[in-house]
């Protein structure tokens, strides 16, 4: 009987693991394609679930530029930088652009257009554009006053809230 339980709780932890182990490897055209293919509620829950976590992207860049974000509840701002890849494709073929954000300039100032980027950092956005998806992604340490610019309440595109 012992050592049933010492299996049944093998296997529980081994299956807990492959879950989480999966959720952390969650790709940006895989997480595209599943907001892509929700329905409006589905895709603020999806949102919402992936806000702050971490994900790998990459892509072509297209430009790079500086961002002034403004959160218009606190009525603050402050100056980020763009990094916008061009349009690319899922595997179902669903068009989507990354965007990540820099705080820091010599950082963005490093990247050239044409360039091939492949990042990881937080999600801070997932927004349909209507021509596209657009997965917005903060490069660095993403503090309480970068959630408010971007994902508290009154940033803008606000399609969901964090807590």
């Known amino acids: ?13 081994l299956g807990l693991g ?7 490897n969650l790709s940006a055209s895989d997480l595209i394609d599943q907001v892509k293919n929700a329905t409006e509620v589905q895709r603020v829950d999806l949102a ?3 806000i702050g976590t971490k ?11 500086p961002y002034n974000a403004f959160n218009e509840t606190k009525d603050t701002g402050s100056m980020y930088y ?12 669903n068009p989507y652009q990354v965007s990540f954000f820099f705080k ?7 990247i050239n257009k044409g360039q091939a980027i492949d990042l990881e950092g937080t999600i801070i956005k997932i927004f349909d554009t209507r021509l596209w998806m657009a997965l917005w ?3 660095g340490d993403f503090t309480a006053a970068d959630k408010d610019m971007f994902a508290g309440e009154g940033s803008l595109p606000d399609i969901q809230k964090i807590d």
């Open 104 to 110: 820091d300039k010599t950082e963005a100032e490093k």
């Open 82 to 93: 763009q990094v916008i890849t061009e349009v690319q494709n899922t595997a179902n073929s």
């Open 137 to 139: 992604i903060f490069e």
């Open 55 to 65: 994900i790998k992207a990459s892509g072509t860049v297209s430009e790079v530029r």
């Open 48 to 50: 919402n679930q992936n």
């Open 18 to 24: 492959i879950t989480s182990i999966y959720a952390a």
């Open 1 to 13: 009987m012992k050592k049933l339980f010492v299996f049944i709780l093998m296997g529980l932890f």
